[in-house]
């Protein structure tokens, strides 16, 4: 792939929502906030089984049985953990990522969603303690589950809908932390996947916060914007080529330089496990490419005068588009974004490559020292000198700790 073609093509003439301290865009990880774990949820969640994947087996390296061909350096966690929170977004934070956008299906009490509701409130807050920002990524295809369980008739759908704008606007929105573009919420819709664009436009009607409105791949009436995402449906034969995802990059480019807003995409690559799991037919595959696929999706969309740069994904392990550290490829995503922040910052970014393995230290101590308050409270200060950027004083914190062991 030809980067400086690509950079051309996907070049945005919209102005860019500066970071804090820097005239970059903010980055921000997409989120999926919907695992459950047996030892904090009392059962592994669909998301880790695929009802084919069983987690209580665990072969002879400690690897349990989990839908995804990634496995997450610290295994397979919670998404409500309090530990697993604070080890997520102090890393983020050490990376170098200003936020989350997190995947939300509404409030609605039908198959998981209410427990990922819990869950980016969860998330929210933890993400306030880091300092680092988070806005809202709405799957309306929720209304089409809620109208094929009986729970609302197809005429009531958009009804529903504002009722979980509503959420949005009493809950979120009107946090600090809230990811504002032109000083409005910034509000993205997975699709749509069911509601028209009429029935859109009356669903944001009404709204008093005047979200920032943002479709996928393409400005649908009426968003204000548009945000890439992995065109999987461009795969010939199972397989997302460079060419067309250069091609895909082009008209995102053209139609990005005519939105009035715009979220860039970096990503490391897309396999799925649907089929394996029998949940589905694959979506296909885009290769890392030894991971020049991360490495050009990220500096384009860096250099892209966006309004923002998506990270896709954080942790989606049943699409293997995940940056968080697994066994397979470790730190290197994180490692790639400070490198970002270094060559792009005003200000000196005050985190190491090292720094990266404190976090996943700091939450494997807290699991060994469950029920001792005060390696809980030294863990705690270790843990918000880091936040601060001391990392020598967190690094001493959490040394004294292991040397107890």
């Not at 102005?15 to 903010?26: I, Q």
């Not at 299906?105 to 680092?132: K, M, P, S, T, V």
């Not at 985190?351 to 390696?375: C, F």
């Amino acid at each position: 792939m030809r980067v400086a073609t690509i950079c051309a093509a996907i070049a945005v003439a919209c102005a860019s929502t500066a970071a804090a301290g820097s005239t970059r865009p903010p980055v921000l990880a997409h989120y999926m906030a919907w695992y459950e774990s047996k030892p904090v949820s009392g059962r592994w969640g669909w998301h880790w089984t695929m009802n084919h994947f069983d987690p209580e087996q665990v072969d002879s390296s400690g690897r349990r049985d989990i839908a995804s061909h990634h496995y997450p350096i610290v295994g397979p966690y919670d998404s409500t953990d309090p530990d697993l929170l604070s080890y997520h977004f102090l890393l983020m934070k050490v990376a170098g990522i200003d936020g989350v956008i997190i995947d939300w299906y509404g409030a609605e009490d039908i198959h998981d969603y209410a427990f990922i509701d819990r869950a980016a409130e969860a998330a929210i807050d933890a993400a306030d303690a880091c300092g680092l920002q988070y806005a809202i990524c709405y799957e309306d295809r929720t209304l089409r589950a809620m109208v094929n369980a009986g729970r609302i008739e197809a005429d009531g759908a958009v009804d529903q809908a504002r009722r979980e704008m509503r959420h949005l606007e009493e809950n979120w929105f009107a946090r600090e932390g809230y990811l504002r573009i032109d000083g409005r919420p910034a509000l993205l819709v997975f699709g749509p996947e069911y509601l028209s664009d009429a029935q859109w436009e009356q669903t944001l009607g009404g709204m008093s916060s005047d979200p920032a409105f943002l479709t996928l791949h393409q400005r649908r009436a009426p968003a204000d914007g548009l945000y890439a995402w992995p065109p999987m449906w461009a795969s010939e034969d199972g397989v997302l080529t460079p060419d067309r995802l250069r091609e895909y990059f082009a008209r995102y480019g053209e139609r990005a330089s005519e939105a009035r807003y715009s979220i860039a995409a970096a990503f490391p690559g897309f396999r799925d496990i649907y089929a394996e799991a029998g949940a589905q037919e694959s979506h296909g595959v885009l290769r890392s490419r030894d991971d020049a696929t991360f490495d050009e999706t990220l500096r384009l969309a860096m250099a892209s005068g966006a309004d923002a740069v998506q990270l896709v994904t954080w942790n989606d392990f049943g699409e293997g588009t995940v940056i968080e550290p697994t066994r397979e490829f470790g730190y290197r995503y994180l490692e790639r974004v400070q490198e970002a922040r270094r060559e792009l910052d005003d200000a000196p970014f005050p985190y190491t490559t090292d720094d990266l393995r404190l976090p996943a230290r700091i939450y494997g101590l807290r699991k060994l020292h469950a029920k001792e308050d005060v390696v809980l409270d030294a863990l705690r200060a270790a843990e918000e000198a880091a936040r601060r950027g001391s990392m020598h004083d967190a690094r001493e914190g959490v040394d004294a700790i292991d040397g107890q062991r």
